[in-house]
Structure formats: C-alpha cells, structure tokens
C-alpha cells in the first residue's frame, strides 16, 4: 500500500514537472511575441519620423548662426604613443631575464611565472559576444571555466576585465582598449570576427593591429592571445587575425582548427548562427587551457616588441586618439556640430532599448550616410562604431540624432583618430 502511494506520488511530481515547464515555455513564447510587437510597433514609429523629418526642407542640416565653440577640454582623453617609453630601464624587482646584448628584446616577470608563483593575475578580455561567452549560464562561459581551472590547478586567483559587447566590433575593441586603464594587466584575449564582416578587411587589420599595439604601450610585459573565430573555412578575415599574430610573434587559438579535429558537426556546438551551446564554449575553453598550460610549462617569456616597426603603416595613425564628450559640441535642436582635422571619425553610444534610433552623418553638409542603430542583445551601455574615414581636414561633421520621445539611443562621445 505504501508503495502505490511512493508511486502515485513520484507520478504526481513528475506531472507536475512536466506542466510547469509547459508553462514556461508558454510565458517565454508570449514575451517574446510582446517583445517582437513592441519591437516592430517602435521601429515604424522611428523610420516614420525619421523620414518625416528628413522629407522637411526647413530640416536640412541648419546654418549655425554664430561661429562654432572650440571643443572644451574638460571631458577629453588624448592618447598618443611615447616609443621611448617602451625601451625605458626596468627594475630589476620585475626583471627575471634580461640579456646584455645589445638590439636583443628584454624579459619579463609574467603571467606564466606568476602563476607557477601561485600569484594572482589580472586578465582583460576585448570581443564580440564570444569574448562574452554570450547564450550560456554564467557557470557555462569560458572564462569562468577557465577561472576556476587556474584557481584549482594553479592556485591563483584570476581577476577578469571583461570588455567585451554583444553585436561588438574591432573598432569598437580599440576604442575601449584607449578608455580603459589596463597597465596591471597580465594577460589579454582578443576576440572579434563576425560582426566585422559587414565592414571593410583593410579596417579590420588596422583595428586589430592598433589593439595590439596599444595594449603593448599600457603594459609591455601582457602576454597577447588573439582568438581566430570559428568559420567554415579560413577567409580574409581570419587569415587576418593569424597574418597579425605571426607578425607580433603571438601564441594564438585558433577554433577552426580546433573543431575540426574535434570531429564534431558543428550545428551540435551552436545554438544560434553567432551564439556557441555550453558544449561549443567549453571546447573553447578546452583550447584555451591548453595553451595557457604549454606555455606554463614551457617557460614562456614574454618579450617586448618594436612598436616602430608595423605590419601596415596605417595603423601608425591609430596612435594619436582623441576622445571628445557629446555634450562639448555646438547643439543646434537635433544636430550636433564638430570641426575637426581628423582623418577617422566615430561616435560611442548607449541603448536605452534594443530598437535604438537614427544618426545621419553630414560631411560638410552633404549627408554621407543614414544608419538605424538597434541591436538584438545589448548588454553594454557603451558601444561605439566607425562614422567615417580617410577624411582630409579641417572638415565639419554632423551628427544628426533621430530617435523616438523615449530617446532609445543616446550619443556619449565622439573619437577623433589622426
């Protein structure tokens, strides 16, 4: 008798399991389909007022009556390369090697010989929603397993800054690479493909390059892994990133070698075209592990590196960074007004929802493009993208900001690379 009741009971939990799942999948179903309306419901009210207010002559980027302010001060940052810098005396209470022959690139204490000191280490991730580990539980992304595989092998505890965004592109990477303080950093990923298909490769090499060369200036001693995103097959892009590497002499993962030889359909690694499933993210995190481990064991050094010497001359501009806060330009109602010299131009901005709003750019008051900013996922307040290029100064920049009552975008800063 007490065995049917263990039973109907087990039953009746199971049953229960089952309709509170259905359930669920009920209420998800739903606010995604809300979501989408509202969604929907935004975006043709943003175009139609975007088109409504374009369509109006008196709307054309208007003349400024009075001569433009000068761009304040007080909310720029300027970044410029000192080469001198990187040649500077070290001590010797961060030295374990340093060779007396001349023109011989110098060694350093670092991330490897930290962790065989158990000593803790500060690690910097710059990506996409890779580097994000995004699509996964929190226990699920890589470099949580990878935190917790230090700690347990090596005993250090491992310190993340993670900078990187879904929807993010290698601008964008080295735009927060240039706002951020990362000279205590040990160790940094790089993690960007995807996303940078839909822009120009020779900016991506400049980008990519210009991440490397700057993390270098903040810290000569980081130890630099690029990761070489999953495709298909090896494209521009990715022979990119390796091409970079190779050039600085950088240990790199690369994860079309790595599930291929896993021998494992790929559509089992991934729950979306972009996202990876906790099985796709924990061979990443596997590849990860190995080399870190390698490295240990081998005693990698980490070696200064030339910064005169570039694999594309471009990216030499890409030195001189000029960050300039919204607020500091002229404001005419929906225009905002920079003169610049500057031969790169680009803008940060927030999302207040994924459905964003208009910036039209005008170049001397001639509009060069109209972009609707929206993003599925966002998980940042600060995104930031490329408005234009291979400018010959002095020019006027406009930006007109176009968004709806609830101001779904907002512009933080404008950046200025010469």
């Known amino acids: 008798m007490l065995e049917k009741k263990t039973v109907k009971k087990e039953k009746l939990h199971k049953y229960i399991a089952i309709i509170s799942s259905i359930l669920i999948v009920i209420v998800v179903t739903i606010s995604f389909i809300d979501y989408q309306k509202e969604y929907m419901s935004t975006k043709k009210e943003l175009e139609k007022l975007h088109n409504e207010y374009n369509s109006n002559p008196e ?21 410029k390369l ?53 699509g996964v539980a929190e226990n699920e992304k890589w470099y949580n397993l990878l935190s917790s595989d230090i700690k347990k092998k090596y005993g250090s505890k491992v310190n993340f800054t993670n900078l990187s965004t879904s ?14 303080d990362l000279s205590s950093c040990d160790l940094a990923f790089i993690s960007f493909y995807y996303n940078d298909l839909n822009y120009d490769i020779n900016d991506f090499y400049n980008n990519y390059e210009a991440i490397i060369r700057n993390l270098k200036k903040k ?35 690369d994860l079309i070698n790595t599930y291929k030889t896993a021998n494992i359909d790929i559509n089992t690694l991934k729950i979306s075209e972009t996202f990876f499933n906790n099985i796709g993210y924990n061979l990443f995190f596997e ?11 081998n005693k990698k050094e980490i070696k200064a590196i030339d910064l005169n010497n570039v694999l594309r001359p471009d990216v030499i501009k890409y030195d001189n960074f000029k960050y300039t806060d919204f607020t500091q330009l002229t404001n005419v109602q929906t225009d905002y007004i920079l003169n610049t010299e500057a031969d790169i131009v680009g803008f940060s901005y927030e999302l207040v929802s994924s459905n964003g709003g208009y910036v039209d750019m005008y170049l001397n008051r001639v509009c060069q493009s109209s972009n609707l900013i929206e993003h599925s996922v966002f998980n940042d307040k600060d995104y930031c993208s490329m408005a234009l290029k291979n400018l010959e100064g002095p020019n006027e920049v406009i930006f007109r900001v176009v968004t709806g009552q609830n101001k779904y975008v907002k512009i933080n800063g404008v950046i200025e690379i010469n």
């Open 82 to 134: 000192n080469f001198e810098e990187q040649t500077e005396a070290v001590t010797s209470a961060e030295t374990e090697s340093i060779t007396s022959n001349a023109g011989r690139p110098a060694t350093f204490t670092n991330v490897y010989s930290k962790l065989e000191k158990k000593s803790d280490i500060n690690v910097a991730i710059i990506g996409d929603s890779t580097g994000f580990s995004e």
């Open 219 to 253: 810290n000569h001693k980081i130890e630099i892994i690029p990761i070489v995103y999953y495709a298909p097959e090896y494209d521009a892009y990715t022979n990119a990133i390796i091409e970079i590497s190779n050039f600085y002499k950088l240990s790199y993962i």
């Open 167 to 180: 929807g993010g592109v290698s601008f964008g990477g080295y735009y927060k690479v240039m706002m951020n």
């Open 287 to 297: 590849s990860v592990k190995k080399i870190i481990d390698e490295n240990v064991t």
């Open 59 to 79: 709307k054309k980027p208007l003349e400024v009556t009075e001569k433009p302010k000068e761009t304040e001060v007080t909310s720029v940052v300027t970044e």
